[in-house]
């Protein structure tokens, strides 16, 4: 059965510091690792998508790898900003067309 | 705006109504996708359409639920009968071609449904 499963559920942090949030997925057979954010009412917005041949993207302050054999994800944030509150989504993609979530990472950042 | 556009944003019901929504998906596209998360759940795939056909309904309740993408016009998530447990947000997503590697989904705002 193809799980998605994230790491912690909660997160508080003071601005400023680095953080990392987990992404753990049971079949390995995935196409991309996507990394979405969430703002409460908001739909999905797109941060970062890893091909299943990458092992990292990066964009700004942002930074995902991707771990096939082991079937983890990370996505580091350096120097969190109050503006970087949401909830953070990983999903992979399963057979061209179906993304499988994770259960989100809700992140709050305090000055 | 050239995005994935829902509507309504918000739709009220009540039990054993009928529930509609609309996704028009971002211009160039032809592959519609509805996911529908639950309140403190993840998203959950349901149903993935191209024009005028019905790709992978996999995740889709087999009754109540259905969904179309007409030659012309917007897909349609259609709940029938409506029961509290329908109560969720509604997320349609699109893309150009059949995904690959390196192709995102483009999701829309979703619809938050609540039934009284």
């Known amino acids: 059965k193809q799980e998605v499963t994230q790491i912690p559920a909660a997160l508080s942090v003071p601005e400023g510091e680095n953080l990392v949030l987990n992404c753990s997925f049971t079949d390995s057979a995935i196409y991309n690792l996507q990394w979405f954010r969430q703002d409460p009412g908001k739909g999905l917005t797109s941060l970062l998508l890893i091909q299943s041949s990458q092992r990292e993207q990066t964009s700004g302050r942002l930074n995902a790898s991707l771990d096939k054999s082991s079937g983890r994800s990370t996505l580091y944030i350096a120097a969190s900003q109050p503006g970087d509150s949401a909830t953070y989504l990983c999903?992979?993609?399963?057979?061209?067309?179906?993304?499988?979530f994770g259960t989100g990472t809700r992140l709050q950042v305090f000055p | 705006n050239a995005g994935v556009m829902q509507n309504p944003r918000h739709l009220v019901r009540r039990r054993g109504q009928e529930a509609r929504l609309r996704c028009s998906p971002m211009k160039g596209h032809s592959h519609v996708y509805w996911y529908r998360q639950l309140p403190e759940e993840g998203l959950k795939f349901m149903v993935y359409l191209q024009k005028e056909n019905i790709i992978d309904e996999s995740g889709m309740p087999k009754e109540r639920f259905s969904a179309e993408f007409p030659k012309e016009g917007p897909s349609i998530l259609r709940i029938q009968q409506v029961v509290r447990g329908d109560s969720a947000a509604y997320f349609c997503a699109s893309s150009p071609i059949l995904l690959s590697g390196n192709q995102p989904q483009h999701f829309g705002d979703g619809t938050r449904l609540s039934i009284l």
């Open positions: 999903a992979g993609l399963y057979n061209t067309d179906k993304l499988i």
